[in-house]
């Protein structure tokens, strides 16, 4: 269920604009690894907090089952942003129940339409049930980041990072 949860909530993070606006922090990296996992808006955690806080009240798990989905959230996100890169033929087979390091670093394209997809943490299943699953082409481009800020030296400065969301109506 928390996975389910955090498929539509990375999801909205995507598709509504006043969430993007802090999202896109997270995607201002050009080279996705595991720092990228830490990237975030200020903004995104709190209100990501308050959007889980009030899922767990009206879900009631028990304080482990509740740490236990953050746990398991957090990991595989270090997962999925990490340079692993497993055998093609194991990796075909693998991405067909988690979301791999290769899927998710299509979901950082520069390119719009390859990165509103691949929304999952940890099942792959969802974004094949909501039609959002899009598994890397040897066409896809390649770039990855936001392309406004691709080129701003200061677009990972920490106020930069602050200051973004409040600037931008995108």
Do not use: C
Not at 9 to 22: K, M
Not at 126 to 143: A, V
């Amino acid at each position: 269920l928390y996975d389910f949860l955090d498929y539509w909530w990375h999801r909205w993070n995507h598709t509504l604009s006043f969430l993007w606006r802090f999202h896109r922090s997270h995607h201002t990296d050009t080279h996705v690894d595991t720092t990228t996992a830490l990237r975030f808006h200020p903004g995104e955690l709190l209100f990501s907090a308050i959007f889980k806080g009030a899922w767990v009240l009206l879900w009631g798990p028990s304080l482990w089952g509740f740490l236990g989905a953050e746990i398991a959230i957090s990991t595989f996100s270090q997962f999925h942003h990490s340079n692993l890169v497993f055998f093609p033929k194991a990796e075909i087979w693998i991405r067909k129940i988690i979301i791999t390091p290769v899927i998710h670093a299509s979901h950082h394209s520069v390119h719009t339409h390859i990165r509103n997809q691949n929304y999952s943490t940890i099942l792959s299943l969802w974004d094949r049930i909501f039609g959002s699953y899009h598994p890397p082409l040897p066409s896809d481009p390649q770039e990855m980041g936001v392309e406004d800020l691709r080129d701003e030296k200061k677009a990972h400065s920490l106020p930069q990072v602050f200051i973004e969301p409040l600037r931008r109506k995108t």
